[in-house]
């Protein structure tokens, strides 16, 4: 959040939609080679379970809604 507000004070509301869909794009990733790969990783193939669909799914909502928050906090910031 804090780059996202540095960029966006050096290069206006760009540099912040910038930073932020970067930020996005890669909390997204991280989540999804973090959780899914870990488990086929440890497993050797990826568990189709009801209790494993219902752990991906909810991590990727809170995924999702990282960046929701991310600029609900700091969108006020910059004029």
């Given amino acids: ?44 193939v990826l568990v189709r379970g009801a209790k494993n669909q219902l752990r991906m799914y909810l991590t990727m909502a809170i995924a999702a809604a990282q960046p929701l928050f991310m600029y609900w906090l700091t969108y006020h910031l910059l004029r």
């Fill in 1 to 44: 959040m804090i780059i996202g507000l540095v960029f966006g004070l050096l290069f206006g509301r760009t540099g912040y939609y910038v930073v932020l869909s970067w930020c996005c794009l890669s909390i997204f990733i991280r989540t999804l080679r973090l959780k899914l790969l870990s488990e086929a990783a440890a497993k050797g």
